[in-house]
């Protein structure tokens, strides 16, 4: 029941799934984007650090 694919549309099927693996890929993106910036780690006051 199942044909092999000729060769045009094999390529149009592997262009059809790359295309909605980048849109998936750049929807991430937003998302992470979207979250905001990360608390960023301590802020060095100027004073140097006293050691033993």
Known sequence: MTKKLSG????AGAIGSAAIAAAMLYANKRREKK????Q??????GEKPETD
């Open 35 to 38: 979250k905001g910036p990360v």
């Open 8 to 11: 045009k549309a094999a390529i």
């Open 40 to 45: 960023p780690g301590t802020i060095p006051s």
